[in-house]
Nanobody, 122 residues
Framework: QVQLVESGGGLVQAGGSLRLSCAAS????????MGWYRQAPGKQRELVAV???????NYVDSVKGRFTISRDNAKNTVYLQMNSLKPEDTAVYYC????????????????WGQGTQVTVSS
């Protein structure tokens, strides 16, 4: 059983910063591509940032230059540093990852965290 647990959300004023963490636990062989998604009220869930196992990153245009995704493979943890936050960044942020539970390719599956609320006040 693999679990992803997010933390670090909260209420912040516009222009402020937050750092989200996503810790993976359970029977983990390797973390592959990991990502952060967000879903605002009444909107579809959108991909915010991804990071591959090699460390390659990609971001949605609206957060480029403000958000940074990183990972610590030794801790099975992925981070999202969010700077210069805007009210439109308000959403529930979800961690997502492709994780293998053993050395076989067939053991890879996609997992989701439960989400953490980020609220940016104007």
């Amino acid at each position: 059983q693999v679990q992803l647990v997010e933390s670090g959300g909260g209420l912040v004023q516009a222009g402020g910063s937050l750092r989200l963490s996503c810790a993976a636990s359970g029977s983990i062989f390797s973390l592959n591509t990991m990502g952060w998604y967000r879903q605002a009220p009444g909107k579809q869930r959108e991909l915010v940032a991804v990071i591959t196992s090699a460390g390659t990153t990609n971001y949605v245009d609206s957060v480029k230059g403000r958000f940074t995704i990183s990972r610590d493979n030794a801790k099975n943890t992925v981070y999202l540093q969010m700077n210069s936050l805007k009210p439109e960044d308000t959403a529930v942020y979800y961690c997502n990852g492709r994780i293998r539970t053993d050395w076989t390719l067939g053991s890879e599956a996609m997992y989701w965290g439960q989400g953490t609320q980020v609220t940016v006040s104007s």
